[in-house]
């Protein structure tokens, strides 16, 4: 079992930045790929940024790369999503996530097998 904590969310201005931190416990966290995630109202979750265990590879939906950065520590069991300019098309609630069923890149929802309740992100013009 793995506890996700998500935080650093909050209100923005467009091309302002945010960090969000994802908090975890339970299973050794340094073993699993790890995922970044956003929803907004009405629309499917969206894959964002993925990580695998020792932060060796990353990987991004065209629309965050250049502007996104995943990192992790896992002396910390943090993973962590710098956001630079920001839009307002990023507004959603975010969500950290850990597949332990892969060493992989992933960007599927199913893919993941623990969720963090979320933050939510609001990026004003």
């Known amino acids: 079992q793995v506890q996700l904590q998500e935080s650093g969310g909050g209100l923005a201005q467009a091309g302002g930045s945010l960090r969000l931190s994802c908090a975890a416990s339970g299973r050794t966290f340094s073993s699993y790929s790890m995922g970044w995630f956003r929803q907004s109202p009405g629309k499917e979750r969206e894959f964002v940024a993925a990580i695998t265990w020792d932060g060796g590879r990353t990987f991004y939906t065209d629309s965050v790369k250049g502007r996104f950065t995943i990192s992790r520590d896992n002396a910390k069991n943090t993973v962590n999503l710098h956001m630079n300019n920001l839009k307002p098309e990023d507004t959603a609630i975010y969500y950290c996530?850990?597949?332990?069923?892969?060493?992989?890149?992933?960007?599927?929802?199913?893919?993941?097998?623990?969720w963090g309740q979320g933050t939510q992100v609001t990026v004003s013009t």
């Open positions: 996530s850990v597949t332990i069923h892969s060493y992989s890149l992933l960007r599927r929802p199913e893919d993941y097998d623990y």
